[in-house]
């Protein structure tokens, strides 16, 4: 205000400090102040002598904005629907309706509304190719948005063929070796993922990768993008049982992350996750505890900046350290782990049941390590009985079934063991899991041994060991 009195300001200039106030006032979470300051500059707009469209719009933006940050979605898209609608009196078929139509697709595929989006992101996508033919940029960006939501609908087949027109689209604008060529690689290689090709989804992963290698250095668009290619070119490396190959690419990952994103990057962060993974599997447990601590100190850094007590991934990370304690025979740190693991994942509520339960019967397993027998089958037969009733056939209730038949086994009670364990495998079974199954398999045929049923426990053994 004193500016303004002072030395007079341009309305571009008053628009853009307001905005950086409105901003300024969501990033402290005042939302009524913020959408307050829009909606005044909005209505001003629109009672000025021959309004200006474009300004209108842009204070419409800005009040959808303020009123997504607060999670006021059905707000935002009301204001989003008006401003589409002016758009098509005041600029008919052109690129300002285009852009308007696109993020009021935006916004209902944020609200899972997928189908509206689709026809909204079909109507962008035909005044783009109006406008301005295939080859360019937005005609390709409206393609893309296209190939996405078919990919939220799991309809593999036809994000995938979006998403190759998109890469042929690109390679002819700017080249083989642009770092828009490798977003729209790394656009297929995600479709072929969902839809479990991971043969095809690694070497369209692997050029994604060398062209951001190549270009980084020139194209500071491509720096953050190397770590998270790595990270999930990792993740493909292990599902197609390379799991040495895995760890090497999320090694270099974690390093690179590290040193150009910084230790509290939320992709620094899944990294140091991923490596804990690798590093259990190949049963290099000191080395994933050392990791394990690290990500947990870093959720609870994160949870207490966010004003939360309690959140999935802090209950996600005491799981997980918990675990290792465990392989590690530290059952001591394990269940006071486990327990706050428990604390947390209560706190969430239902939202969060199956992890609860999960959680639940892990703990029951430290309790039985410990010698603390009546306490373990009294919590895991409690995760069961609520499994029954909510998680039928969930891993929580393969956990509960798992942990309930192992301490069953222990105490001689071999008939109603061997029913929960096979229960559990099923489970797993059915959910791809094979090193929980494998697990499960061990625990049976421990179980079917101590029962006398030799010949049904080798067969078993050997399922397992396949």
């Known amino acids: 205000s004193i500016t303004r009195e002072l030395y007079g300001v341009t309305k571009e200039q008053l628009r ?5 106030l409105v901003r300024t006032l969501v990033r402290t979470k005042d939302y009524d102040g913020a959408a307050a300051l829009a909606r005044e500059s909005l209505d001003k707009e629109k009672q000025r002598v021959g309004f200006d469209a474009t300004a209108v719009m842009f204070w419409a933006n800005l009040l959808s904005f303020v009123y997504r940050s607060g999670r006021n979605r059905a707000q935002a898209a009301q204001m989003l629907e008006e401003g589409v609608k002016l758009c098509r009196q005041e600029f008919g078929e052109g690129e300002e309706t285009a852009s308007a139509v696109s993020e009021l697709g935006l916004l209902y595929q944020e609200m899972g509304r997928l ?30 948005r296209l190939g996405r939501v078919l990919m939220t609908m799991q309809d593999f087949s036809r994000a995938a063929q979006y998403f190759r027109e998109v890469l042929a689209m690109t390679r002819t604008r700017v080249g083989d070796d642009h770092p828009e060529t490798a977003d729209a690689l790394w656009d ?4 072929f993922v969902k839809s479990g090709q ?5 070497p369209v992963y692997e050029e994604a990768l060398a062209i951001y290698y190549k270009e980084k250095a020139i194209f500071s668009c491509a720096d953050s993008r190397v770590p998270q290619v790595m990270l999930e070119l990792g993740a493909v490396y292990e599902e197609l049982g ?9 090694e270099e990952a974690l390093e690179l992350s590290r040193s150009s994103l910084g230790a509290e990057h939320v992709t620094t962060g899944y990294a ?15 080395e994933a505890l050392v990791l394990s601590l690290e990500s947990l100190a870093l959720k609870k850094a994160a949870a207490a900046l966010r004003g939360k007590q309690h959140s999935k991934g802090l209950q996600w990370a005491l799981t997980s350290l918990g675990l290792l304690y465990m392989k590690l025979q530290r059952f001591d740190a394990a269940r006071a782990t486990l327990e706050e693991a428990l604390a947390t994942a209560t706190a969430l509520g239902r939202r969060r049941l199956e992890e609860t339960m999960a959680v639940m019967a892990h703990l029951a397993l430290a309790y039985h390590e410990l010698g603390q027998r009546q306490a373990a089958v009294e919590l895991s037969t409690e995760a069961l009985e609520i499994c029954r009733t909510e998680l039928f056939d969930h891993d929580g209730m393969a956990c509960a079934s798992f942990c309930l038949g192992t301490l069953l086994s222990a105490c001689s009670k071999y008939d109603r063991a061997a029913e929960l364990l096979e229960h559990a495998a099923a489970i797993w079974q059915r959910m ?5 199954l494998a697990m499960c398999l061990r625990s049976l045929a421990e179980a079917l041994l101590r029962h006398g049923d030799g010949d049904r426990a080798q067969a078993v053994t050997d399922a397992a060991t396949a």
Do not use: W
Not at 277 to 283: F, P, Q, R, S
């Open 16 to 20: 853009c400090q307001i905005e950086q």
């Open 115 to 144: 189908e509206k989006a689709m026809v909204l992101f079909q109507e962008a996508l035909a005044l783009r190719l109006e406008l301005f033919g295939r080859e360019d940029a937005e005609t390709c960006a409206a393609l893309a």
């Open 188 to 191: 297929l290689a995600a479709v």
């Open 198 to 202: 991971f043969v095809k989804a690694a």
């Open 242 to 250: 390379d799991v040495p190959k895995a760890c090497a690419m999320v």
């Open 272 to 286: 140091i996750e991923s490596m804990e993974h690798l590093y259990t599997l190949l049963g290099r447990y000191k």
């Open 432 to 436: 791809g899991d094979n090193e929980s």
